[in-house]
């Protein structure tokens, strides 16, 4: 008997062949939408953020300076625009200090009898009374200057013959004349001093001359300071020498005047005070001047107290630094992306400070993170602060950072929106 062969009816090879035709296509559009959805997503995903790898420290710092102080006596030195340049050496006691007791006698009787700016202020009369004074000085074998009876000066003029030749006759005169005795000034000037903070500093006469004028050196850089403060002395302290009615041409007795800038302040001298001089300056340093106050106390001699004051002025001028913290260009971070682009974060200026001494200055890096940019973005900042003073420097890239484009992107999606 013949076998028999069942075939499919038509239709139903139809239905199997159209399923067969349907999973194909659907399968095939889902390929097409997953890839695409793939793509679209390579696309339009955030890459990567960078951060910049810096290296920098924390503060920068010069050397610590040496200053040269004298072998004699006491010292101090300071630069008041400058926090932390002051030292001193030697004693802190209370000590004779000879002529620079002037500076306290000027500005005691400009307390009474005040100068405004460049004003020479009121004539005064000199009489025998002011020539006595003038004998009794020279006999004591203090320094002087002449005046005769019936002659007049200004008030600033009498300073000056105060000051600059150190005549002790004119601080007796001024004395007298500001307060109308010699006790009721030494009582006025020991209250002004009191007044003002200056407790290691006594006065018993206006000239110096007398071993009790005693100060120390921190109160003297004090009294320094409010010479400087006044216009009237401050100009006078700063001559070299002046020509006076009834006393002729006159010289400083400071012979240091214009040695690193110094203008001023008093020189001193006796056999208990030894040599001395309360001195101030404009350093010039670079390009800039520092304002200094210094004062040197019991120098054995006049060499002695000159070579001492240049030697801690020199020292002093060199323990300044000009220091340039950022430079325009200079590097402060790398950044490096996956996909193998990078480029260094520069500095887009320059910045300088004066430095005293080892005195630090700090450094603050901030920076964002990077997926791309052009060069001269700006990606960050650079803070350098000195003594409070803040100098703030952009950083930013010095070339371009490229997207990382379709084929890394497609190639690597396990790194997008990381």
């Not at 009369?125 to 020539?131: A, E, K, L, N, W």
């Amino acid at each position: 008997m013949p076998q028999q062969v069942l075939v499919d009816p038509p239709r139903r090879v139809s239905r199997k062949v159209y399923r067969r035709r349907r999973i194909v296509v659907f399968g095939t559009l889902i390929a097409i939408l997953v890839a695409f959805v793939y793509v679209v997503g390579s696309l339009v995903a955030p890459v990567p953020a960078t951060a910049a790898v810096t290296a920098h420290g924390k503060q920068l710092v010069q050397p610590a300076v040496q200053l040269a102080w004298p072998g004699y006596g006491s010292a101090a030195i300071v630069a008041p625009d400058y926090p932390g340049a002051s030292a001193s050496h030697g004693s802190d006691a209370s000590v004779p200090i000879a002529s620079i007791t002037k500076t306290i006698t000027a500005l005691v009787v400009l307390e009474k009898k005040p100068l405004n700016g460049n004003d020479q202020g009121p004539d005064i009369s000199f009489t025998q009374r002011d020539v006595d004074i003038w004998n009794d000085v020279v006999a004591a074998g203090g320094s002087w200057a002449p005046v005769v009876a019936g002659t007049s000066m200004t008030e600033k003029q009498a300073l000056e013959a105060m000051l600059l030749p150190s005549a002790n006759n004119y601080a007796i005169s001024l004395a007298n004349w500001a307060y109308g005795s010699t006790s009721a000034y030494v009582s006025a000037a020991n209250d002004w001093l009191a007044k003002n903070g200056f407790t290691g500093t006594k006065i018993t006469t206006p000239d110096g001359l007398d071993p009790g004028n005693v100060s120390t050196t921190k109160d003297l850089i004090g009294i320094g300071k409010l010479v400087l403060a006044s216009p009237a002395l401050s100009s006078i302290v700063s001559q070299k020498n002046a020509t006076l009615p009834g006393a002729g041409s006159q010289d400083n007795t400071n012979t240091l005047l214009g040695f690193e800038g110094m203008d001023g302040i008093k020189t001193g001298n006796t056999d208990e005070a030894g040599n001395c001089l309360l001195f101030s300056a404009e350093l010039p340093v670079g390009s800039t001047k520092v304002r200094v106050l210094g004062v040197v106390l019991g120098a054995p001699t006049h060499d002695d107290l000159w070579a001492g004051v240049q030697a801690l002025m020199t020292s002093m001028k060199s323990g300044f630094h000009q220091v340039t913290p950022v430079e325009k260009g200079q590097v402060f971070g790398t950044y490096t992306t996956a996909w193998g682009a990078s480029s260094k974060l520069i500095a887009t200026e320059t910045k300088s400070f004066l430095v005293w001494s080892d005195t630090p200055i700090t450094v603050d890096l901030q920076t964002r993170p990077l997926s791309s940019g052009f060069k001269g973005d700006i990606l960050g900042q650079g803070t350098f602060t000195l003594n409070g003073t803040t100098a703030t420097v952009p950083l930013a890239l010095a070339r371009d950072v490229p997207d990382p484009g379709f084929g890394w992107r497609l190639a690597h999606p396990g790194g997008l929106g990381t």
